[in-house]
């Protein structure tokens, strides 16, 4: 009788709802769905260990029962969850993808521009913290759903009725 082989199997898969983040080692599927909030994703190479963190707001004012909602607070959080997974500081060897932050409501006050806003939170943010931005899908008028592979750390996007691309 022939044995099975893994080689066929589908690698894990984990779904990041709203105002929360995942990381994981290789080989695992990262994912997300995205309209206004921005998807931060943060990868280390050289451990094969990524994260994905679902931001709804730009700014947690102080509040920390959520730290995944906001921001300035999620993508800290993530980085010492890959800090934890690598056993080590990882901050130096970390690159970012971020994606969504879509104008999905329509407002004439340039202000209640929510996606705009987490769009510029997560850049200002990552800048601050020295962490090179290698790709970026933001902005527009429709949702995104949003994957990192662990394994190569590449971050593929979907807007529905359009084929997967690579950012």
């Known amino acids: 009788m022939p044995q099975s082989s893994n080689a066929n199997l589908a690698p894990p898969e984990l779904f990041v709802p709203m105002g929360k983040w995942a990381v994981a080692q290789a080989p695992t599927l990262i994912r997300t769905l995205l309209g206004s909030c921005v998807g931060v994703v ?12 679902h931001i709804v707001l730009p700014d947690s ?8 909602k906001y921001a300035d607070t999620a993508i800290p959080a993530m980085i010492a969850d890959i800090d934890r997974q690598t056993g080590r500081r ?6 970012a993808t971020i994606a969504g932050g879509a104008s999905m409501f329509q407002t004439s006050t340039p202000s209640l521009n929510i996606g705009k806003q987490n769009n510029e939170a997560v850049e200002r943010i990552l800048n601050q913290l020295g962490i090179q931005i290698v790709g970026r899908d933001l902005g527009g008028d429709a949702g995104r759903r949003l994957t990192l592979d662990t394994n190569s750390g590449n971050v593929s996007i979907r807007i529905p009725g359009g084929p997967d691309h690579e950012i």
């Open 42 to 53: 943060l990868y280390d190479r050289n451990a094969k260990v990524g994260g994905v963190a």
């Open 90 to 95: 990882s901050m130096a060897r970390l690159t």
């Open 61 to 68: 004012r102080g509040d920390t029962a959520l730290p995944g």
